[in-house]
């Protein structure tokens, strides 16, 4: 800090101009090492109190990938659910997750990877949702053109059976005719 001077001998003892130069000079480097220790120690107490923030950031996302990965387990499983509904809400968290995830760049790494085992859940669920979807519509149409076939075979033996009685009424009514 301080460095070594050596001063002129004057008659009454050291040159007091220098002395006093000196001491001027300390006194500036120990308030300028002051002033960058105080500036040092905010910067260390602001970014202490940043990495607090953004550990508990870390974990509250963890929480929700964690959530969502639960719920969307429990999507996959409980197939008489409404997935539609279940997808956009899943599809919402995951956007929101991405957000918060991209203002904390500090923990990048872990909750990109998080994020995107989210995102491949979520492809998932979608693709199995497709799937069932697909094999829901098939089953409808299957089922309406049975209804329509079958539809219209009961109508043809209607007809086909009203023919038969009006045959039938018009032979008795021509039988009770000649008999009167």
């Known amino acids: 800090m301080a460095e070594s001077k050596s001063f002129s001998i004057s008659r009454k003892g050291y040159n007091c101009a220098e002395v006093d130069e000196y001491i001027c000079a300390s006194d500036s480097a120990q308030a300028q090492l002051r002033e960058s220790y105080a500036s040092l120690q905010a910067k260390y107490d602001s970014l202490f109190e940043e990495n607090g923030e953004l550990i508990k950031e870390r974990e509250q996302l963890r929480q929700g990938c964690k959530t969502m990965a639960t719920a969307l387990k429990q999507l996959r499983e409980n197939s ?63 089922e309406h053109t049975q209804a329509q076939l079958i539809s219209s075979r009961v109508t043809e033996e209607v007809k086909s059976l009203i023919k038969m009685l009006e045959g039938f009424v018009s032979e008795h009514v021509e039988i009770e005719e000649t008999e009167e």
């Open 80 to 142: 008489t659910e409404d997935y539609k509904a279940k997808y956009e809400e899943a599809l919402a968290k995951l956007d929101q997750l991405k957000n918060e995830q991209a203002a904390q760049a500090a923990d990048s790494a872990s909750a990109t990877q998080m994020i995107e085992e989210v995102a491949q859940v979520v492809r998932r669920v979608e693709s199995d949702a497709r799937r069932k979807a697909e094999a829901l519509t098939a089953a409808a149409k299957l």
